[in-house]
């Protein structure tokens, strides 16, 4: 019986702790790419929710030219030009480490894209499609 009840509140305070995708994200300002055009694809990036890393702000990256910054449960849409971009992000700044990924993606114009931001217990991070 001791057993399972710290069975249980461990897997209760793991669980806690970990990250999951955000229901309702807060939409944000772009930095870059702000405004659609003839030639552009939509692509919205969304940071999930939880406490991990939620002290680190995320740098979303086109290029390696800076697009947009989400916290936790934040979300940015990004009017992309057509063509092939790297799209990556990083935690870096202030007391917090790099944390990074990336994707290499080509974009046609009118396509809509999206991705989210996770983090596992390990502070693994990854850059993911999601519908």
């Given at each position: 019986?001791?057993?399972?009840?710290?069975?249980?509140?461990?897997?209760?305070?793991?669980?806690?702790?970990?990250?999951?995708?955000?229901?309702?994200?807060?939409?944000?300002?772009?930095?870059?790419?702000s405004t659609?055009?003839?030639?552009?694809?939509?692509?919205?990036?969304?940071?999930?929710?939880?406490?991990?890393?939620?002290?680190?702000?995320?740098?979303?990256?086109?290029?390696?030219?800076?697009?947009?910054?989400?916290?936790?449960?934040?979300?940015?849409?990004?009017?992309?030009?057509?063509?092939?971009?790297?799209?990556?992000?990083?935690?870096?700044?202030?007391?917090?480490?790099?944390?990074?990924?990336?994707?290499?993606?080509?974009?046609?114009?009118?396509?809509?894209?999206?991705?989210?931001?996770?983090?596992?217990?390990?502070?693994?991070?990854?850059?993911?499609?999601?519908?």
């Open positions: 019986m001791k057993k399972s009840i710290i069975a249980i509140i461990s897997m209760s305070v793991l669980t806690a702790c970990s990250t999951s995708p955000a229901t309702s994200a807060k939409t944000v300002s772009p930095i870059l790419y659609a055009s003839s030639d552009t694809a939509k692509v919205t990036i969304t940071r999930d929710s939880g406490v991990v890393g939620a002290a680190c702000a995320a740098k979303i990256f086109v290029d390696d030219k800076i697009a947009g910054q989400l916290k936790p449960s934040e979300s940015v849409t990004l009017h992309i030009p057509s063509g092939r971009h790297i799209i990556s992000f990083d935690t870096r700044g202030g007391l917090c480490p790099s944390m990074t990924d990336a994707v290499d993606v080509s974009l046609i114009k009118d396509d809509v894209k999206k991705y989210r931001i996770r983090s596992d217990l390990n502070g693994n991070y990854q850059l993911l499609p999601t519908l």
